[in-house]
Every structure is written in C-alpha cells, then in structure tokens.
C-alpha cells in the first residue's frame, strides 16, 4: 500500500469510469457510508485508456479503475477497497453480523468479482474481438447469473442476504447493467432481476449510476 500524504486529511478521490461495474461498486458502498469524496475520470476509452499511462500506472499498477485515495494511502481493487471502508467506516454496515450470512455475501461477490465479470471486462473482450464479444459476455454473464440466481434462492430477503443492503448488492447492481448492455434474457432470473428494481430508487444507488458521473456522456450508449 503506498502513502500519499496529498489525501491525508482531505477529501477521498476515487479514480473512476462512468460505466466501470468495478468503479461503480465502490460508489455505492461510499454513498451508502455517507463518506465525501471527489471523483477523476479515467477515460478507458479515449487515446487508447487512459488508465495505460504513465502517471496512472503509478497510481494503479494493473492499470484499472477504481483506485482509491483515502487516509493517506492509494487503495486499489474494488472488493478490498469495500472491505476498508467497512472496517475503517462501520456506520452503516455492508457485511451482516451473522456468520453464515457473512459467508453468502462473500459467495455472491466472488461469483461475480471472479466469476462473471473479469471475463467479460473491457481488456478481455478487446482480446476476443469486435465479432464475437456480445456472445462471449453473454455467454459468462448467463453462467455466473445462473449460480447467483441459486445462491439468491435461499439467501435473499429484500436485498441479496436478508433485509439489509450488503456489498453484494453493490455487486450486482453493475453487473445487471452489463447483462443489458450485452443483451443477455434476463428472464430467467426473477429474484435478480426484483432485487434490482428494488435499489434503482434507493439514493446511493441512484447517485452511483453511471448516468449521475461527470464523465458520462450526453447521451447513455447502450444503456
Ligand atoms: O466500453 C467502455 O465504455 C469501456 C469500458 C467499460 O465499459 C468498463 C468495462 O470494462 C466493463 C465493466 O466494468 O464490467
């Protein structure tokens, strides 16, 4: 973890993309905490990514958003970042009490922080190419949205564990999103699909949305 004495004391700045599911994670836990913070837009689109030069580089060595300025230190990668926040913020908490349940939000974030949507992130379908990424997402998407559906089956209340709102579900949120995006049948998972119509109205999630960011454009592609 490197220091950075410039956000000792200040404002916390998240390095951020409008539509990065993974930035947008940690804008809900930080709107859901009630913590300030100030927003840089990394471009992963414009001059081939920002996010490959120099100076964020050294910010960000995977050369991804989020990255996190807080207390004095760069944070990077979005699940460890909420973990921080939770045990550095615990008002409002984003992890239950329960053990168990404990557990099945862990479940349902690894389904989806390792087993949807680093598959279907923008280096990999860059790799895959132009003709055959919509299937390849759908295809990963449908699979982890499969086993998320299950997971939910006997741990959802309201949210995705129970009746509060947990880091699971700052994790599934985006990754509907991207489900639209690539169009993938959403029908065959109501309980996602309910969970989700149940947060689009709830404020943190709402200011989190890619279409509140600075650095979203004029008009929603895709969306
Ligand atoms: O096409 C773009 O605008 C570029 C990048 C993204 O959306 C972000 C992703 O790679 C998807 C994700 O965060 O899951």
Redesign the pocket.
Known sequence: MSTNSASIGTQPILYS?W??????RVRIAMNLKEIPYDIKPIS??KSGGEQHCNEYREVNPMEQVPALQIDGHTLIESVAIMHYLEETRPQRPLLPQDVHKRAKVREIIEIICSGI?PL????V?IHVGEEKKKEWAQHWITRGFRAVEKALSTSAGKYCVGDEISMADCCLV?QVF?ARRFHVDLRPYPIILRIDRELESNPAFRAAHPSNQPDCPPELPNK
């Open positions: 993309y539509r990065s599911s993974c930035s947008w992963l689109i949507q279907q992130n923008l280096i379908l985006p991207n």
